[in-house]
């Protein structure tokens, strides 16, 4: 399990929960795990090797900052708390080990660290060697080296090993034998000799380093001492305790404070220097699917975004919408997601269906963007910033959804959940949203005539919704490839109200809120939809964390704050102890069944607590 997340745009690093590193993804945020998945080991050896998995260990994220503490008592005589940071500026992550001495005796033990590295992802062709230049083990294949230090105050690491395959019977009795270099699928080891007073302490610095060329790595490693590690902490620190002051926070209740805060980390977190930011990167569904959630998805970060400008960090948010700019296709929609380098990803969505070409996309990630582009422009005023983006992106997504219109709805297209095709109300809404809220933006850019239009297309698309999208007085979530009425009740029905088409106390939208909470509440959350089978075990769907944090948000905007608040606190009680929340859950014991974090929940906890904050 993924516990802890931590990174500055251009390396990401994941702890698990025995607070080892288990995901090192450099250069880009979510493309190439160098670790593949498979955790850095850490021991302590004394009288024998005492190994992670034994340790008792729990993790938080020191004073709400970007830095990650991890205590753990090793026996009955050691225990340890390490500091995780990332550097503010390089592509260098750092821990600070300070271990202690419980007993009125004097202790000699052994700090080792085990690196089963495979750069780019896979095992072919590494090297490892120690490197005298730099007094480092460096593993490299390509244009990717990374470098991996262990030292104390005036002094290195004592022992280290390269090897394949065969590391860690040498690491077991704790002496490392002192192999210089290796290639194939290759390991390292490091260790670190500790002389420990009674009730005494002493510190030793691990770094990783990371970059495409030896001389550039070279460079960084040379500049790592215990004295450089240390100031690094400081200014780290302080960065991060003066980061949330975009937001107003003070009369909000603590819990909610922390999680508001640990959101923004694993947004900023997940976000590449480019602007690309990707959904989860736990890996762990690489060894199940053979792909994983390592994706800029459209939908989830447009949400994400949109979160990123109501807390007031309308930066970062332009700094996504210039990254999406430069997707759009030719015929001015997106696909269905994207690499954090910028490259088309991995798909299910066909080119080909049922004898008929058809574009392999869901609309509502296109209209997604343009909303949260308009929602940024009517919070910001910023024009001068979105020429750029309202000329290469938003103005040819705007003729593209005007064009792919068929009596009054958007054409067919696949659903938030990328599994049907048809016509559904979550994507109506997303372009009914998109076409209203950008109108503002295309005549202030000089477009009236077109935005014009957009209102006129809006308005009879919201009447054609309520004419042919109903049923029962509530709404359905799709019209299938054939015209018919798909009478499912799922979560995303909400969108209507969220989007803006309707009024929140309209009857259809109040009938609609009262069917999703009546038949897809689960153990006090909201499932997707009925019968979802997605990573189903039980008899009963699981509940998640987004479709939970509609109803809150639907209850905060009418001002129900008691009844949006029950939702929340489901949310919050399922948050790792270190604030990380999952995709969804089982609806038994309401423990994550899938990835962690997925920042699409982060972003949703934070839109319910602006609309908590707004309609109090």
């Not at 015929?331 to 380098?341: A, I, Q, S, T, V």
Request: with cysteine.
């Amino acid at each position: 399990m993924r516990a802890l997340s931590i990174g500055n745009g251009k390396i990401l690093v994941n702890l698990d929960e025995f607070g080892r590193i288990i995901d090192l993804y450099y250069p880009y945020i979510g493309m190439e795990n160098h670790t593949n998945g498979k955790p850095v080991r850490q021991y302590v050896f004394t009288d024998r090797l005492y190994q992670d998995v034994e340790w008792k260990t729990s993790l938080s994220y020191l004073d709400n900052t970007n830095i990650g503490e991890v205590k753990a008592d090793i026996d009955n005589k050691l225990s340890l708390i390490a500091y995780d940071f990332a550097d503010l500026y390089e592509p260098l992550f750092y821990r600070i080990i300070k271990v202690y001495n419980k007993s009125a005796e004097p202790v000699k033990a052994k700090l080792l660290f085990l690196f089963d590295l495979d750069l780019y992802s896979n095992p072919y062709g590494d090297t490892a060697f120690y490197d005298p230049e730099t007094n480092a083990i460096i593993h490299y294949k390509s244009k990717r080296y990374i470098g991996i230090k262990l030292l104390g105050i005036m002094k290195d690491f004592n022992e280290f090993t390269v090897g394949k395959n065969d590391i860690f019977e040498d690491v077991n009795d704790g002496n490392l034998k002192g192999k210089t270099i290796e290639n194939g699928n290759v390991q390292s080891a490091l260790a670190f000799s500790l002389s420990l007073n009674p009730l005494g302490s002493e510190k030793a610095y691990l770094t990783i380093a990371f970059d495409r060329t030896l001389q550039g790595l070279r460079k960084l490693l040379k500049r790592i001492t215990s004295t450089e590690i240390e100031s690094s902490f400081t200014n780290s620190y302080m960065f991060w305790k003066n980061w949330f002051n975009k937001f107003e926070t003070k009369e909000i209740d603590e819990k909610l404070r922390d999680l508001f805060q640990i959101s923004l980390l694993v947004i900023k977190n997940h976000m590449d220097q480019n602007g690309s930011i990707i959904a989860s990167s736990d890996y762990s569904f690489v060894g199940v699917y053979g792909d994983s959630y390592t994706y800029c998805w459209p939908r989830d970060s447009a949400i994400t975004a949109h979160a990123l400008d109501l807390a007031g960090y309308g930066d970062l948010a332009v700094k996504h919408y210039a990254f999406i700019s430069k997707l759009i296709s030719e015929d001015g929609f997106l696909f269905h997601k994207y690499n954090p380098d910028s490259t088309l990803a991995s798909s299910w969505h066909p080119w080909l269906m049922n004898g008929k070409r058809i574009y392999p996309i869901q609309e509502d990630e296109t209209a997604l963007q343009v909303w949260a582009i308009a929602k940024h422009y009517e919070y910001y005023k910023d024009i001068d910033v979105l020429v750029s983006i309202y000329k290469d992106f938003v103005k040819p997504a705007v003729r593209f959804m005007m064009r792919y219109i068929e009596d009054g709805l958007p054409k067919p297209s696949f659903d938030l959940w990328e599994e049907r095709y048809g016509i559904h109300i979550y994507t109506v809404s997303t372009v009914f949203g998109a076409l209203k809220s950008a109108s503002k933006l295309v005549a202030d850019m000089g477009d009236e005539v077109l935005s014009g239009d957009m209102m006129t297309i809006a308005r009879y698309m919201k009447e054609e919704a309520l004419k042919r999208m109903v049923h029962n007085d509530r709404f359905v979530r799709r019209l299938d490839e054939y015209g018919n009425k798909d009478l499912t009740v799922d979560a995303s029905m909400y969108s209507p109200f969220f989007f803006e088409m309707v009024e929140p106390e309209h009857v259809v939208m109040k009938n609609t809120i009262k069917i999703i909470e009546d038949l897809l509440t689960v153990n006090g959350g909201i499932i997707r939809y009925e019968n979802d089978y997605y990573r189903r075990e039980k008899s009963q769907p699981n509940p998640w964390i987004i479709t939970t944090l509609w109803v809150a948000e639907y209850y905060a905007e009418i001002g129900d704050i008691q009844r949006a608040m029950k939702y929340v606190k489901w949310v919050m009680d399922r948050a790792l102890p270190t604030g990380l929340l999952p995709e969804q859950v089982y609806p038994d014991s309401l423990q994550s069944s899938s990835v962690m974090p997925l920042v699409w929940s982060h972003s949703e906890f934070i839109i319910t607590l602006d609309k908590l904050i707004t309609n109090k």
